[in-house]
C-alpha cells in the first residue's frame, strides 16, 4: 500500500534541521532520514480504480456466474435497457430476427431459414455476443434456476416500463437481472408466438438431434428445456 505523502521546506529551519527530510502524513511525521542518505525522491500515486458496469454494457454475478443486463441485440451488441427485447436468433447462427412483426433480419433479409442448424456447440465464429461475451453454457443456465441461490419472480411491469418477464436474484449477494418475456419465432416459418407472455433463452449446448438446451419461463415458472435448434430465441450472455 502507498502512502500519500508531502515533502515540506522550510528557509527558516536551522542548519541541522535543513540536512533532514521529512514525510509527513496526516500532519504527523511518518518518515525522516538524513538528507545525505538519499539519492533520489520518487511520488508515488495508486492507480485510479475502474468504474464500475453500466447496464447494456455491464454484468452482474448472480451464483458465481457473471451474467449481462442486457439481451444481445443485433450481432456484437447489447439491446438499449434490461427491458428492451434485443433480437432473435437460431442456434449456432449469428443472423439476428426481429422480436417484432414485420419480420426482417440482420441482413435486411425477410426469408426464413427453416433448415436444421448444424453444430454440436455453439461455435465462437457464430456466436453473437458482444467483445467479451458469450452464448452461457447449460449449467450457466441451471445456476440461474438454483432455487437453493436464486430466486425468481414474475413482474407484469418491470420498473414502470409496463414490460412483462422475470427477475433472477442471488440470495447471497442481492444482485439481480430482469429478463423480459419477449416470445420467440417458430422454426419452420418465424411466426412470432408468445410476446410478452413467456421467454426462450439459449444455451451453447445441444440437446438431443436436432434440439438444443435453453432457459424457459412463463408467468407461473421458469425451468429448462431442450427443443428445436433452428426456433428464434433470445440470447442472454455472460462474461468471459
Not at 504527523?28 to 538524513?34: C, G, K, N
Not at 440470495?171 to 426462450?200: C, H, M, Q, T
Not at 438446451?213 to 442472454?236: E, P
Amino acid at each position: 500500500m502507498a502512502i500519500v505523502a508531502i515533502v515540506l521546506f522550510s528557509a527558516n529551519l536551522s542548519a541541522q534541521q535543513a540536512e533532514t527530510m521529512y514525510v509527513m502524513k496526516n500532519g504527523v511525521v511518518a518518515y525522516q532520514s538524513e538528507v545525505s542518505d538519499i539519492d533520489s525522491i520518487i511520488f508515488y500515486a495508486p492507480p485510479t480504480p475502474e468504474p464500475e458496469p453500466t447496464p447494456g454494457d455491464g454484468w452482474v454475478l448472480i451464483n458465481g456466474v457473471k451474467w449481462a443486463t442486457c439481451n444481445v441485440d443485433a450481432p456484437g451488441t447489447f439491446a438499449a435497457a434490461p427491458e428492451s427485447a434485443g433480437m432473435f436468433y437460431q442456434w449456432n447462427r449469428k443472423i439476428a430476427w426481429s422480436a417484432t412483426d414485420p419480420m426482417v433480419n440482420s441482413n435486411d433479409g425477410t426469408e426464413w431459414d427453416s433448415s436444421l442448424p448444424e453444430g454440436t456447440t455453439w461455435t465462437k465464429a457464430n456466436d453473437p455476443s458482444p467483445a467479451g461475451y458469450r452464448v452461457p453454457t447449460f449449467d450457466e443456465i441451471k445456476s440461474l434456476l438454483d432455487e437453493d441461490k436464486v430466486t425468481n419472480e414474475w413482474t407484469n411491469n418491470y420498473n414502470g416500463t409496463g414490460v412483462s418477464g422475470r427477475i433472477f436474484t442471488d440470495k447471497n449477494n442481492g444482485n439481480s437481472i430482469f429478463v423480459p418475456a419477449v416470445g420467440y419465432r417458430d422454426g419452420d416459418d418465424g411466426s412470432l408466438y408468445g410476446a410478452g407472455s413467456l421467454g426462450y433463452y439459449w444455451s451453447s449446448t445441444q440437446g438431443g438431434s436436432d434440439g438444443a438446451y435453453y432457459l424457459g419461463f412463463y408467468s407461473n415458472g421458469a425451468g429448462w428445456d431442450s427443443y428445436g435448434r433452428k426456433d428464434g430465441q433470445s440470447v442472454r450472455p455472460v462474461a468471459e
